[in-house]
């Protein structure tokens, strides 16, 4: 079950991502093309682009949670013993955990002013831009905490 969880989570996650770079991709050309060739400009493109691109971003961020990806300096960690080693991940994902929690507290609490201003060219409400920090919190989050559960259930490291 936990799994098919993660699993689906991530599916959804990839797909959300691909969708919004084949978006920004599009959108980037035909404001090329609308330059170059029309001499005329799409006057939201550069704005859903550069939005597109932070979604892009924070979301592949908590893709590199799933896979174990971000820099992490493990020399040391990695000639503990195998239950020091353990009790170290364990303690860092608590950590993280911890400090996403509050970024995304803190993210959200500050929502109700973001969404009264709106955007300059798209005219959408500027909280949808920042909406991207709790979800990718909450994601990783996510992630950590499955990572813990299977760390206490002497299930192999992700990067094993």
């Not at 079950?1 to 980037?28: E, P």
């Not at 991940?89 to 950590?95: D, G, Q, S």
Request: with cysteine; proline share 4%.
């Amino acid at each position: 079950m936990l799994n098919t969880l993660v699993k689906g989570i991530d599916h959804a996650v990839k797909h959300l991502t691909f969708l919004l770079f084949i978006a920004m991709v599009i959108a980037v050309f035909g404001q090329v093309v609308m330059r170059y060739l029309f001499g005329t400009s799409v006057f939201w493109a550069e704005e859903f682009a550069r939005y597109a691109m932070v979604w892009i971003a924070f979301l592949g961020a908590s893709m590199g949670v799933v896979e174990g990806a971000h820099t992490k300096i493990d020399f040391f960690i990695n000639r503990l013993p195998q239950g020091v080693k353990k009790g170290v991940f364990i303690f860092n994902n608590v950590l993280c955990i911890l400090f996403l929690s509050c970024i995304s507290y803190y993210v959200v609490a500050a929502l109700s002013y973001t969404m009264g201003t709106l955007s300059p060219a798209m005219r959408i409400p500027m909280g949808l831009m920042h909406l991207i920090l709790p979800v990718s919190g909450v994601l990783m989050s996510v992630y950590l905490l499955i990572d813990t559960y299977r760390l206490l259930r002497n299930q192999p490291f992700p990067a094993e």
